[in-house]
């Protein structure tokens, strides 16, 4: 039986910001318990994926706010991995992953489709092994209190929190887009997730990016000071599974991440399939929101949906990465280069056709 290991769970200065944004593993203050290089003679990335995993192979899985081993875990999943868990790092935020990668601290990692990107950018080889597609928007914006902001288009002369690397911020740019607003004609405040809630409070910005279970905590302390939200139509259509070039050229490593998929992908669904038990076991239990609030956030969640192919993926990245670009926070790229496409059938294949889309 395999063992496991927990741990807790108008511009923008962009050579700063990507500074900010390669200085952050430093912080991390992770160990190296994971290998970059295999022992054996490497897998080439056109090689088929080897089909059984060997005894000994061991993960670090990223698992943001214990969310990612508590779903396999209660959805019974945890003692069907076919390798050892090292670490479950407590990371999510796409530069924190990066930076993980980097420091060979982290195999496998749960982000949208901006991270990927970034990596990209910072010249860091990494590939998706797995795609979810998310239909509703998962992110609203939050107003500063005493806010008289109603619409995207009164975004126009204001501050916005905006992570180049993270999902946020490209919500942000596909919002502006749709308004018809430049970049040029709003100040882009760089800041990464984990800062938008202090900046708010602060009055440091007058919008931010928040993931639907931000909010109901935010407004229920801000709102009576004039705190609200903007909703918008605005998806970030990707949900991702992706891991550095180098853990995928050890075919260990590869063996044990192909056969994570499906369980990832299970889990997703088992989550979805019990609200009730995920409410109370995530949500308040360990994220102390009430369970109201809780029930809240469950009701804007997406089905989670497996493409058997992942051409519709690929064209929302390529979409993402020439916005990126069109606003010179990148140079323009093929987007294809991201996806290692020997892994496109595994998650669709693992759940049932109502999930797979």
């Known amino acids: 039986m395999p ?21 952050t593993g430093a912080a991390l203050g992770l160990s190296a318990c994971a290998s970059a290089v295999a022992d054996g003679p490497a897998l080439s990335a056109s090689a088929p994926l080897p089909s059984a995993v060997p005894s000994g192979t061991a993960l670090s899985v990223a698992s943001s706010t214990g969310a990612q081993q508590l779903q ?6 945890l003692d069907h991995l076919p390798f050892t868990v090292s670490a479950w790092p407590n990371i999510g935020a796409g530069p924190d992953v990066i930076n993980a990668f980097r420091a060979h601290s982290l195999d496998v990692a749960n982000n949208a489709g901006i991270p990927p990107i970034q990596a990209h950018y910072q010249g860091f080889d990494a590939r998706v092994v797995a795609v979810a597609l998310t239909r ?25 929190a905006f992570s180049q690397g993270q999902a946020q911020g490209v919500v942000l740019l596909r919002a502006l887009k749709k308004a018809g607003l430049k970049t040029s004609e709003v100040t882009l405040v760089p800041l990464t997730s984990n800062q938008f809630l202090t900046a708010l409070q602060a009055g440091q910005v007058d919008i931010a990016p928040l993931g639907i279970s931000q909010v109901p905590a935010y407004l229920s302390r801000y709102g009576s000071d004039g705190a609200h939200t903007i909703t918008t139509d605005v998806v970030d259509l990707l949900n991702l599974l992706w891991a550095p070039s180098s853990v ?40 102390n929101i009430t369970l109201e609030q809780a029930k809240g956030i469950t009701a804007l969640t997406n089905k989670p949906l497996f493409p058997p192919t992942w051409d519709e993926a690929l064209a929302w990245e390529q979409e993402t990465a020439d ?23 595994i998650a669709a294949n693992a759940v049932a056709a109502e999930y797979r889309r």
């Open 72 to 77: 396999l875990k209660l959805a019974g999943l």
């Open 3 to 23: 063992s496991y290991r927990s741990t807790p769970t108008p511009g923008l200065n962009r050579r700063l910001f990507l500074q900010t944004l390669l200085g």
């Open 323 to 345: 916005l990126l670009a069109e606003g010179g926070f990148v140079k323009p790229f093929k987007a294809d280069v991201l996806f290692d496409r020997r892994f496109e059938s």
């Open 248 to 287: 995928l050229a050890d075919p260990k490593k590869a063996a044990a991440i192909a056969a994570y998929i499906p369980l990832w992908a299970k889990g997703l669904v088992w989550v979805y399939e019990n609200p009730d038990t995920w409410d109370q076991e995530y949500y308040v239990k360990t994220q």
């Open 136 to 160: 509703k928007p998962t992110y609203v914006f939050a107003t500063k209190p005493h806010s008289d902001i109603r619409s995207v288009a009164d975004f126009r002369g204001r501050k916005l």
